[in-house]
């Protein structure tokens, strides 16, 4: 079956710009997590979504990072006002559900560079 | 803080052999542990957890990890390595946060080499 897309596979952008990532989660999975994986570096956690709503986003580096989910399927992280150390391969992973014991199925990533 | 620790950036092997990617864990509570295998400019692509029951877990790709709770170590395994094999391998643990619903705290990854 389909499993966890994201789009654009590459984003290059200017200091400053504005930037949107999309993830689509496998269909019927209501946890949504959104991780940051710098060059050498395992992923780390950004935020998570149980539904719609955001459970969790203690991860978010600052207030330019904010992501939806408004119908409980498809997220949007958006990243506001983007510095050069922003860049950093962001990756989507979804959930039968949020308890712990269930693996999460990550997307292939967005790459972003900011120049 | 519930983490993983890989201690090894790089192992290199010859295909056939068998291979080990190392791993341990430091948690308060019970483990929940998992392997996960990256190819280039690939996701990472889940090959199997620890959460109880018997200490040799069986995974893709004929992978298998051996939980030990005396070590607090779930090393990756596999009796005969391929070429294919050759990618970065992450060792990951759930948090303890359920609001966050339990994400994964991840190690640096390893960069398992296979030589023909």
């Known amino acids: 079956g389909a499993g966890v897309s994201q789009t654009p596979s590459n984003k290059v952008t200017e200091k400053g710009k504005y930037v949107e990532l999309r993830c689509d989660p496998i269909?019927?999975?209501?946890?949504l997590y959104w991780y940051r994986q710098s060059l050498g570096q395992g992923p780390e956690f950004l935020i998570y979504?149980?539904?719609?709503?955001?459970?969790?986003d203690s991860g978010l580096p600052n207030d330019r990072f904010f992501a939806v989910r408004p119908e409980g399927s498809v997220s949007t992280l958006k990243i506001q006002r983007t510095e050069r150390g922003d860049s950093a391969v962001y990756l989507c992973?979804?959930?039968?559900?949020?308890?712990?014991?269930?693996?999460?199925?990550f997307g292939p990533g967005t790459r972003l560079t900011v120049t | 803080a519930q983490s993983v620790a890989q201690p090894e950036d790089q192992v290199n092997v010859a295909e056939g052999n068998p291979l080990t990617v190392k791993c341990t864990y430091s948690?308060?509570?019970?483990?929940?542990l998992f392997w996960y295998v990256q190819y280039p400019n690939r996701g990472l692509q889940f090959l199997l957890k620890y959460i109880t029951g018997d200490n040799l877990v069986k995974g893709s790709y004929g992978f298998e990890a051996e939980f030990n709770k005396s070590q607090t170590s779930f090393h990756l395994k596999k009796p005969s390595a391929l070429v294919s094999d050759s990618a970065l391998y992450f060792c990951?643990?759930?948090?303890?946060?359920?609001?966050?619903?339990?994400?994964?705290?991840f190690g640096k990854g390893t960069s398992l080499l296979v030589t023909p």
């Open positions: 269909s019927g999975h209501t946890a």
């Open positions: 992973a979804s959930s039968v559900g949020g308890g712990g014991s269930y693996e999460q199925y």
């Open positions: 990951a643990v759930r948090g303890s946060n359920s609001n966050s619903g339990y994400a994964l705290n």
């Open positions: 948690v308060s509570g019970n483990p929940y």
């Open positions: 979504f149980q539904g719609t709503g955001a459970a969790d």
